[in-house]
C-alpha cells in the first residue's frame, strides 16, 4: 500500500520567513495528494490539494509543487505569520479511495 | 453550514466500559470516515461508509472496534469493552461522492480510558 514520509517533524521559523515540509510517497499509482493544517484541538482542515495532471498549485501565500518522476510534493508557506503556527500533514491517495497520512510537521512562527 | 459534528469532544472512562462516540456529517455528503489519532500511529483510518454501507473496515483494531451508520446523518463508534490503549482522539469525516478524498474533519473525542 501507500506509504508517506514527511519532514521535518518540526519546523521554526521567524515572523515573515518561507516554511517549506516536503513529503515523498511510495505507489506511483497515486494521483491525489491533499495538505491539512490542524491547530491545537482541532481536527485536520484541508488548506491545499494537487492531482497528478499539474506540477505546482499556489493559494494566497501557500503553494504546493509535485515532482512525479521523484515521488515527492512540497508545501511552501511565504510570509509566515504567527496564526500560521499549527501541524501540517501531507497525504497520498491509497488503494481503495483511501488517504494515508504523513507523521505531521509542527511549525511554530517566532514573532 | 455547521460542519462535521462529534460528541462528546471528551470522554474519560475505566477499563472494560463501553464507549460510543457520535458524529453527524456535513448534510449531503455521501461519504462518512472514522480516523484514530495517536501520537505513536499518527492518524489512522478505521473504517469508511458510502450512502450508510460500510465498505471498507479493514483499519479496525479488533473485534472490541464497531462502527455502523443507520443513516445519512448519523454515525456510531463503539469500543466495547475500552482498554487503556484505546486512548486516542477519534476523528469523524465526510465527504461528497463527486469529491471522495477531499474530506471534512470534524473536531474529534478525546477519549482517555483509564
Known amino acids: 500500500g501507500e506509504n508517506v514520509e514527511q519532514h521535518p517533524s518540526t519546523l521554526s521559523v521567524q515572523e515573515g520567513d518561507s516554511a517549506v515540509i516536503k513529503c515523498t510517497y511510495s505507489?506511483?499509482?497515486?494521483?491525489?495528494f491533499p495538505w491539512y493544517k490542524q491547530e491545537l484541538g482541532k481536527g485536520p482542515q484541508l488548506i491545499i490539494d494537487i492531482r497528478s495532471n499539474v506540477g505546482e498549485k499556489k493559494d494566497q501565500r501557500i503553494a504546493v509543487t509535485l515532482n512525479k518522476t521523484a515521488k515527492h510534493f512540497s508545501l511552501h508557506i511565504t510570509e509566515t505569520q504567527p496564526e500560521d503556527s499549527a501541524v501540517y500533514f501531507c497525504a497520498g491517495q491509497a488503494a481503495g479511495n483511501k488517504l494515508t497520512f504523513g507523521g505531521g510537521t509542527r511549525v511554530l512562527v517566532k514573532p | 453550514d455547521a460542519g462535521v459534528i462529534q460528541s462528546p469532544r471528551h470522554e474519560v472512562t475505566e477499563m472494560g466500559q463501553e464507549v460510543t462516540l457520535r458524529c453527524k456529517p456535513i448534510?449531503?455528503?455521501?461519504?462518512l470516515f472514522w480516523y484514530r489519532q495517536t501520537m505513536m500511529r499518527g492518524l489512522e483510518l478505521l473504517i469508511y461508509?458510502?450512502?450508510?454501507?460500510?465498505?471498507?473496515d479493514s483499519g479496525m483494531p479488533e473485534d472490541r472496534f464497531s462502527a455502523k451508520m443507520p443513516n445519512a446523518s448519523f454515525s456510531t463508534l463503539k469500543i466495547q469493552p475500552s482498554e487503556p490503549r484505546d486512548s486516542a482522539v477519534y476523528f469523524c469525516a465526510s465527504s461528497l461522492r463527486t469529491a471522495l478524498l477531499k474530506q471534512y474533519f470534524g473536531p474529534g473525542t478525546r477519549l482517555t480510558v483509564t
Open positions: 461508509f458510502n450512502n450508510n454501507v460500510p465498505i471498507d
Open positions: 505507489d506511483s499509482a497515486s494521483n491525489y
Open positions: 448534510s449531503g455528503h455521501d461519504y
